[in-house]
Structure formats: structure tokens, C-alpha cells
């Protein structure tokens, strides 16, 4: 005998195979409604297949041959939606099921009265539920209850072979009442999601527009403000009201803020990529050490005007597998906001350690910590631009930004601060296997 755990890995095999073929067909470039109409096709001709074949064989044991014809050909025709599903035939497959499917529960109810004419009514609720022209729905309902007319109201021809016996009527009685409530409590659920589908989109248009408005406020302050600053400097030397050993006292601020301006349009240029569903993940094996390396040359500068330590201890064999650009779009964002929010004569250490299938770097600041109830909030959001131990301003977009990028390179993320505690943020990347 079975045991229960045999059991359950039978039906999860079992629901797997359903699943992928009510699934044929499908694909990421259809409409959410074009989706769900043709997995309702699917799903009405997995319901077909096995009744059809299975009352072909019985009617051919029984010595009713045509029916049998009849009911193999039902059976042929429900297959068929799968193969032009496959090759998406969508318009197709819908006409062939509707048109075939009904020409032979036709065929069956008026040369046999095997009670098909049940199955007639459901075809027209399927045409009603899969065609939204309403010429369409029209033509097929006339048709359909054309078709039942005849098969009630007008004389039944010579039996040509033996009479369908009381039981296998009350069966196809009642199997198409289960069909039609089948039908509809399919089409019921398409809506019920449909509508999910709507209040979701609505939500995120929602955030989208919260957050095309805290960017299009990053942009507007980061953007002019020191464009501003270089203008009014260039007028004032340009018309010989300031010297030249004043603008370069003022160079020196003015880059840093360019600096910054920079990482800004970096980050909301990938952010609004990645929103996009346009930023594609290339992954190659990369150093951590080297890599480390480029971004500490790149932050010395803002490292050295407050007199911050970089500090690093990297294991040699920590060879991550990660994309190139993405990663050091982590580090630089990442690193940076350590030196940004540490106090002056401060340390930022980068550890980094290799550990099971993945390398676990960890960077740690002396700074001013985060309160626990925005740790939460980092992930979720576009936060509102904070500013550093000496008035950096931030873009509110980096460790959002981080997260999904290391999300997209098999990464994770997790922050531990306290406030005036310095912040240390750890990060794991997939192991490289590759030399």
C-alpha cells in the first residue's frame, strides 16, 4: 500500500502535469483576459478528451459503430485545441471547438437521443464566454438553439443501430449539468482575478505616481543647485567680481556636489530601467577583492575630505558570480552612504568571507545608525533624501536600488544599526565555480 508521503508526492506530480498542460499555449506576451480564455479552453478540452474516448470505446463494445465514429471524432477535435494552442492558433482552436464540438453533439443527440443535446447548451455558454464579438455570439447561439429545436421537436430518423440505454442518458444528463456549472464557475473566477488584476495595476500606478513625485523633487534640487552654483560662480569671475584664487576655494565644493549630482542620475537612471523590466543581468565571475579595489579608488576623495579609513579584508578565494555594472552600482552606493553618514576620522571596513555556496561581504561603518523603524522602510520605498555627518545630501534611491539589484543577482540584504551605533550592512553573492 501507498504511504501518506508517497501519496502526496503522486498528487503533487499529479497537479505539476495538470498545471502545465491547462498551460499550453500561454505565454508573458498575451493579455491577462487572452490568458485566462485560453486556459479556459484548455481546461474545457481536458475535461472532452477523456469522456469522448471513453464512451468511443464503450459505444464501439456495445456494437454502436457511428456513435462511436462520432464520439471519436469529438475526441480528436478537443485534442486538436492543444496543438493549435501550441503553435497559437488562439482564434482557431476556439472556432474548431465550438464549431466541431457542437456539429457532433448534434450528430449524436439527433440520430441516437443520447442525451448530447445537454452538452449543446454548454458550447453556448463556452461561445458566449470565449468570443467577445457580439456578431459572433449571436450567429452561435442562433445556431445552437437552431440545432436543439431539431433535435426536440422534429421526428427521430430509424434508429440505425441500438437505442442508448436509460443510465448513459441520466450520465450525460447530468455530466452536462456539471459541465455548465463547471463553465460558468471558470468564467466566474477569470472575472474575480480580473478584477484582482485591476486593483493591483491601480495600486502600483499609485506608487508609481508617490514616486515620480519624490523623484521629480530629487531631481529639482539636486539638478540646480549646483548647476546653479557653477553658473552664478562663472558670472561673478566672468565679470571680474571675484579672483581667481576664490574660484579655486570654491572648486573644490562645487566638485564634490557635481560628484554627487552624478551618483544621483546614476542611480534614477537605473531605478527607472529597472521599472521598466529593461535591466538584464549579465553574470560573470568577479573577483571581490579587485572589484573592491576600483570602488575604494573611486570613493578616496570623499573618503579623504573627512578623513575617513577605508579599510579592507577580503579572502583571496572570494570569487562571486555576479553582474559586472551591478555590482559595483552595490558597492559604490552602498560604500558610500558609509562614508556620507560617518563621523570625521572615522573607519568603513569591508570584510569579506567565503561561506558555503556564497561569499558573505560585510561593511561597517562608525557612523550615525539608523532608527530601527526606518531599517523597515529602506526596502519599500523611495525614502526622502537625508543628508551626511557634513551636509551630503543623498538621493533617497540607493539601498532601494541595492536591493533589487542584488535580488536580480541571487543576492541578499540585511541591515543592523542603532542609532549613534554606526550601521553595518551585510551582503551575500553566489560563489563563482567558474576559473
Known sequence: ???????????????????????????????????????????????????????????????????????????????????????????????????????????????????????????????????????????????????????????????LEA???????????????????????????????????????????????????????????????????????????????ISAEKVNETISSINNRLTQ?????????????RNMDGLQTKPTALQLEEALNKVYQFLEPQAFEKKINLIKNIDPSAIIYVDYDQFLVILRNILSNAIKFSFLDGNVSSIGIVKGGYVKLTIRDQGVGIPAQKIAQLFNSIQTPSFGTEGERGSGLGLLLCHELLRKNGGEMHIESAPEMGTTVVMSFPLSHRV
Not at 473566477?189 to 530629487?218: C, G, H, P, V
Not at 546614476?266 to 527607472?272: A, G, H, I, V
Request: charged share 15%.
Open 1 to 159: 500500500m501507498l504511504n501518506k508521503h508517497k501519496l502526496q508526492r503522486i498528487i503533487r506530480k499529479l497537479r505539476a502535469y495538470w498545471n502545465t498542460v491547462e498551460s499550453t499555449g500561454i505565454h508573458t506576451d498575451m493579455s491577462y483576459m487572452e490568458m485566462r480564455k485560453t486556459k479556459m479552453l484548455n481546461q474545457v478540452a481536458l475535461v472532452c478528451i477523456p469522456l469522448t474516448l471513453f464512451f468511443s470505446c464503450a459505444n464501439w463494445m456495445e456494437g454502436r459503430y457511428l456513435l462511436s465514429v462520432i464520439n471519436y471524432a469529438n475526441f480528436i477535435t478537443s485534442a486538436s485545441i492543444f496543438l493549435f494552442h501550441a503553435y497559437r492558433k488562439y482564434t482557431t482552436a476556439r472556432f474548431v471547438l465550438l464549431c466541431f464540438n457542437s456539429l457532433f453533439f448534434w450528430l449524436g443527440a439527433y440520430f441516437f437521443h443520447n442525451g448530447a443535446e445537454y452538452f449543446l447548451l454548454s458550447s453556448l455558454i463556452i461561445a458566449m464566454l470565449i468570443f467577445e464579438d457580439r456578431w459572433i455570439q449571436i450567429t452561435s447561439s442562433a445556431i445552437i438553439i437552431l440545432a436543439m429545436m431539431i433535435i426536440i421537436f422534429m421526428p427521430q430518423p430509424i434508429p
Open 261 to 273: 549630482l552624478d551618483e544621483t542620475l546614476d542611480n534614477l537612471l537605473k531605478w527607472s530601467i
Open 163 to 241: 437505442r442508448i440505454p436509460a443510465d448513459r442518458l441520466a450520465f450525460n444528463f447530468i455530466g452536462s449539468l456539471v459541465f455548465i456549472v463547471f463553465a460558468i464557475a471558470v468564467f466566474k473566477d477569470i472575472q474575480f482575478s480580473y478584477q484582482q488584476e485591476i486593483e493591483t495595476q491601480r495600486k502600483k500606478l499609485e506608487e508609481m505616481n508617490r514616486n515620480m513625485e519624490r523623484l521629480f523633487s530629487i531631481i529639482a534640487h539636486d539638478i540646480r543647485s549646483p548647476i546653479s552654483s557653477t553658473q552664478t560662480m562663472l558670472t561673478l569671475f566672468q565679470n571680474q567680481l
